[in-house]
């Protein structure tokens, strides 16, 4: 049995997610973390609650008759409902492996999101270097598979890690197995180094 995750998102991060106003993509990442965090899925739906409760009160205040046969109206008119969306687990298993370099990939996931903005995959072998590098912009991150060593702080899989901008960071894999990451990424990376310009030139996820 996976053991429980033990990094997770902040409380402000599950509110937004909650109130479905986090930035899109990364709402993505953090769907991936907390259909495998107990925590935070009884977190989330405590906060789903919470605004549940403020918007009944609001409707109720607000709702005169008027209001209501409108509402009833656009119903009947609203479009029939879209084919069911596709689990986490589908998206993922469709994303097209491309390999960067030697032992690693990348794979971009097919979700909505901002258009300087990146939702992909990243694969990397034991025993491979990855590029320091700086964002421009926050960083989300759920690892799928393996282990990940930022800064002497161990992320194994189901932990997620948010990344503000100009953190500069060097993550290692840790252990034997190839480590497997979801991010999304604001804005583009800056990679330090020439290694890390060829590698992030070549992924262009
Ligand atoms: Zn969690």
């Known amino acids: 049995m996976t053991p429980a995750p033990v990094h997770h998102p902040s409380t402000e991060t599950l509110a937004a997610y909650a109130a479905g106003t986090l930035r899109a993509g990364f709402d993505f990442v953090i769907a991936a973390h907390v259909r495998g965090c107990a925590q935070c899925r009884g977190e989330v739906a405590r906060l789903e609650g919470v605004g549940g409760a403020l918007l009944a009160e609001a409707d109720a205040a ?5 209001a ?4 009833l109206a656009r119903i009947e008119t609203a479009a029939p409902p879209a084919a069911p969306a596709r689990t986490i687990e589908q998206i993922i298993a469709a994303a097209k492996k491309r390999w960067v370099a030697p032992g690693v990939w990348t794979a971009r996931i097919d979700t909505p999101h901002a258009k300087d903005d990146r939702v ?3 694969g990397v072998a034991p025993g491979v270097q990855t590029a320091k590098h700086t964002h421009s912009g926050a960083e989300f991150t ?3 598979q393996g282990a990940l060593n930022d800064g002497g702080v161990v992320y ?9 901008p100009d953190d500069t960071h060097h993550p290692k894999v840790e252990g034997a197995e190839t480590c497997v990451c979801l991010f ?3 804005g583009r990376l800056v990679p330090s180094g020439v290694i890390g310009r060829i590698a992030f030139a070549l992924a262009d996820v």
């Open 142 to 144: 759920v690892v799928l």
């Open 120 to 122: 992909y995959l990243l």
């Open 62 to 66: 607000a709702m005169s008759e008027e």
């Open 156 to 164: 194994r899989a189901g932990d997620f890690c948010e990344r503000d």
């Open 184 to 186: 999304a990424t604001q």
């Open 68 to 71: 209501l046969m409108q509402a």
